[in-house]
């Protein structure tokens, strides 16, 4: 079975979000070390619209809110999370995130993308150029790098797919170089 077949039978072939019956599709919830029905959820068009472009959002769409907070599964309640944080400015998402209880990595997986906090809070990533990096992301390195704890030298121009940034410090980014999961200073990569 396919991940999108696995979502349907999950979630009855209805939207995770707001239960719309059509126009359903995978959505990734980043950042995703693995893929697959853990780190996803089946969204409608206007759910998947709405997360990706904040311009086009619609509160008393995210009203459904209040039933799908309580999902089973992790990757639903991650992404009620982060739309009731983008909307608690509106008041009613203020209180449904009160009573809201995430575990700990759970939590740390929401909090991944810096939903939820004031632009001065967020922790932005930036290649060599200054365009902002984002978890996925592929860069490709602008100096040979040593490999700390190995003999290995990655070289200019290598590519890293995929990275992961970290949530604490705007000059560290993880990717694997090789087989090796290594930390890369921002300062020497590029955005492809």
């Known amino acids: 079975m396919s991940v999108k077949d696995d979502l349907e039978a999950r979630s009855g072939s209805t939207c995770e979000l707001?239960?719309?019956?059509?126009n359903l599709e995978v959505f990734e919830v980043e950042p995703v070390s693995i893929s697959g029905v853990d780190s996803s959820i089946l969204a409608c068009e206007t759910c998947r619209t709405q997360i990706e472009d904040p311009e086009k959002m619609d509160a008393n769409h995210w009203r459904c809110l209040n039933d799908s907070m309580w999902s089973e599964y992790d990757s639903v309640k991650v992404m009620a999370w982060r739309m009731l944080s983008r909307l608690k400015s509106e008041g009613w998402p203020k209180d449904l995130l009160d009573m809201m209880?995430?575990?700990?990595?759970?939590?740390?997986?929401?909090?991944?993308?810096?939903?939820g906090l004031a632009e001065s809070e967020k922790i932005i990533h930036r290649d060599v150029n200054g365009v902002i990096l984002q978890n996925g992301d592929s860069v490709v390195l602008v100096k040979d790098l040593k490999i700390k704890g190995s003999s290995q030298v990655a070289k200019q121009g290598t590519a890293v797919r995929r990275i992961s940034l970290d949530r604490e410090n705007a000059e560290y980014i993880e990717g694997k170089v090789g087989p090796t999961l290594t930390v890369i200073i921002t300062k020497y990569v590029k955005k492809i």
């Open 101 to 115: 209880y995430l575990e700990p990595e759970v939590l740390n997986w929401a909090k991944a993308t810096g939903e």
């Open 18 to 22: 707001c239960t719309a019956t059509n």
